[in-house]
Nanobody, 118 residues
Framework: QLQLVESGGGLVHPGGSLRLACAAN????????VGWYRQAPGKQREMVAG??????DYADSVKGRFIISRDNAENTLSLQMNSLKPDDTGVYYC?????????????WGQGTQVTVSA
């Protein structure tokens, strides 16, 4: 199965930028979808950005500020976050939905903390 390792979180001032990265290691037959999710304190986990079937989707709250990208050759996923706001604070998780030996799998990274504060 895939193991996902995230990096790039940290503390940033409002208006600043961060780039998150997710490295996928392990075996798979094909990947159906990838995405970034976040969970703020006291709130449910929500999708921030995703790629599925060649289509890219963003949460309304991050459109125009965040960019998701995937390197198929390196099996990495990135999230460029610009014009960060305090509401962007939370733990960010990468997610891969994939097929291995005709079975569907859903893997999550361990999460990386993003804090936007003055």
């Amino acid at each position: 199965q895939l193991q996902l390792v995230e990096s790039g979180g940290g503390l940033v001032h409002p208006g600043g930028s961060l780039r998150l990265a997710c490295a996928a290691n392990g075996r798979f037959s094909s990947i159906n979808a990838v995405g970034w999710y976040r969970q703020a304190p006291g709130k449910q986990r929500e999708m921030v950005a995703g790629i599925s079937g060649g289509r890219t989707d963003y949460a309304d709250s991050v459109k125009g500020r965040f960019i998701i990208s995937r390197d198929n050759a390196e099996n990495t996923l990135s999230l460029q976050m610009n014009s960060l706001k305090p509401d962007d604070t939370g733990v960010y998780y990468c997610n891969f939905r994939y097929i291995l030996w005709s079975r569907d799998y859903d893997s999550w990274g361990q999460g990386t903390q993003v804090t936007v504060s003055a």
